[in-house]
């Protein structure tokens, strides 16, 4: 089904989240668009949705693949009243939000990596990259981009991504309304960042913890030309990951890419 932007903005009426909502059929990357929203000063709980992106992008200044009448592009603004050093807290407080949807489509099998990809088999179906505009120290606005793979087919994927990745339609057999998901999405987002905002991060953080398979696990995490290898023990508060080192010796990552090593 198409998008219907009229029908979404009556979805979410009454809510912080979708209180205005910007549809592109097709734009250069939903995080730009809401970054220059951010900077234009639109308020909390702005989102943006594209069909399709001519630039998604991804972490690491990696390419996000967005082809159109699949899958889900969104962007929300967020005015969190955090120092700086707390952003790192809203890109994992989304992924157990979006992982909590997804699970009912595909029950028991949705997984959160670290720091914040979701998987289903092992196999990528949603990632997030949050952008913040810091001034003074002080968080002024978070753009937090959600990208989820649909309905797109094995055909679909990008010939980069077709071994790591996957979709809802392709695991489940199904079809799956775009609509309804991006309404169970944001009304869950919406309930979670409340959470963070009134309990503190703790409460993100048990959750989150139940949704990965990573604890107790050997993982190699690479940044830059760095890699580390560690027993992964926990989360710490400021989001991070605490790795424990062949000689014990605990340490944080802050930044990576993780892989679960086999055993
Ligand atoms: C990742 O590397 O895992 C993060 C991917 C994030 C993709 C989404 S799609 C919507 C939003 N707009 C973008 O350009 N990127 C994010």
Redesign the pocket.
């Known amino acids: 089904m198409d998008w219907n932007p009229e029908l979404l903005e009556r979805s979410f009426a009454g809510k912080i989240f979708g209180r205005k909502i910007y549809y592109y059929p097709e734009t250069d990357?939903?995080?730009?668009e809401a970054f220059s929203l951010g900077l234009a000063g639109a308020p909390e709980g702005t989102i943006v949705i594209?069909d399709s992106?001519k630039?998604?992008?991804?972490?690491?200044q990696?390419s996000?693949h967005?082809p159109s009448g699949a899958n889900i592009?969104?962007?929300v603004i967020l005015r969190p009243p955090f120092e700086s050093d707390g952003a790192s807290r809203i890109p994992l407080m989304a992924g157990v939000a979006v992982a909590e949807v997804l699970d009912k489509y595909s029950p028991g099998i949705i997984k959160l990596k670290w720091p914040?990809?979701i998987l289903i088999n092992g196999q990528?179906v949603c990632?997030?990259?949050s952008q913040a505009r810091i001034t003074d120290r002080k968080i002024d606005f978070i753009v937090l981009?959600?990208?989820i793979n649909v309905n797109m087919n094995r055909n679909q994927l990008a010939v980069e991504i077709q071994n790591t990745a996957t979709s809802l339609a392709m695991e489940t057999g199904q079809e799956i309304s775009r609509h309804e998901l991006i309404i169970r999405l944001y009304e869950n987002l919406e309930k979670w960042y409340k959470q963070l905002l009134q309990k503190g991060f703790s409460s993100v953080k048990g959750t989150w913890l139940e949704m990965t398979p990573m604890i107790g696990q050997k993982v190699q995490v690479m940044f830059k030309d760095e890699t580390i290898e560690g027993q992964a023990t926990g989360i710490d508060d400021d989001g991070s990951l605490i790795l424990l080192e062949a000689d014990n010796k605990e340490i944080k990552v802050t930044a990576g890419d993780a892989t679960i090593l086999k055993r």
């Open positions: 990357s939903t995080n730009d594209a992106q630039r998604g992008k991804g972490r690491f990696r996000w967005s592009y969104t962007s914040n990809d990528k990632g997030i990259l981009g959600i990208g």
